[in-house]
Antibody, heavy 120, light 108 residues
């Protein structure tokens, strides 16, 4: 059974960098079959796809955050990470990691989510 | 970017009634690339329907997805207490994945 678990600071100061990690178990993060994604949800609002990385290390990002975001794969640790720079209060919310298939699928597996608050 | 617009924003129903949720896309979405999710408070979304009309494993047959091109529908017949939740549509036809803003189905 695939399991994803987010971790990282719950509080980040404005203008600083948000860094989160998603640990993957029960599956090979090296596989070229899957995308490894970050998705966020501001409190009481909808879902926003942030970006993804594949097994090759190639990435795709949401144009709305592309200038500030980096998603990286760490195959040795079976995890992938999110880095979002110059954060503001608008970046607060629950951050989820999730997996979908390169061949085309919905997000089949999700982490439980981690709450990040941007505040001084 | 494909924009998905869901309606209504909130649906108030009684158990046993039928819910009909709509998702309109700003451009054509090939039907195999449209999904519906259910989300309950404090939980991650759970996929209900993919490929417009295929139920995910374990999803009851009272959930039915349909539609094509730019207009998609999720129908939930005989609403059960556990069906009152937030629902999102999502397209995975393009590299930049997008979600609708959600429909909250609440108990009347």
């Amino acid at each position: 059974q695939v399991h994803l678990q987010e971790s990282g600071p719950g509080l980040v100061k404005p203008s600083q960098t948000l860094s989160l990690t998603c640990n993957v178990s029960g599956d090979s993060i090296n596989s070229g079959l899957y995308y490894w994604n970050w998705i966020r949800q501001p409190a009481g609002k909808g879902l926003e796809w942030i970006g993804r990385v594949y097994g090759s290390g190639r990435t795709d990002y949401n144009p709305s955050v592309k200038s500030r975001v980096t998603v990286l794969l760490d195959k040795s640790q079976s995890q992938f990470s999110l880095r979002l720079t110059s954060v503001t209060a608008a970046d607060s919310g629950v951050y989820f990691c999730a997996r979908d298939r390169v061949s085309g699928s919905p997000f089949e597996y999700w982490g439980h989510g981690t709450l990040v608050t941007v505040s001084s | 970017e494909i924009v998905l617009t869901q309606s209504p924003g909130t649906l108030s129903l009684s158990p046993g009634e039928t819910a009909t949720l709509y998702c309109r896309a700003s451009q054509t979405v090939r039907s195999r690339y449209l999904a519906w999710y259910q989300q309950k408070p404090g939980q991650a979304p759970r996929v209900l329907i993919y490929g417009t009309s295929t139920r995910a494993a374990g999803v009851p047959d009272r959930f039915t997805g349909s539609g094509s091109e730019t207009d998609f529908t999720l129908a939930i017949s005989r609403m059960e207490p556990e069906d009152f939740a937030l629902y999102f549509c999502q397209q995975y036809a393009t590299a930049s994945r997008t979600f609708g803003q959600g429909t909250k189905v609440e108990i009347k």
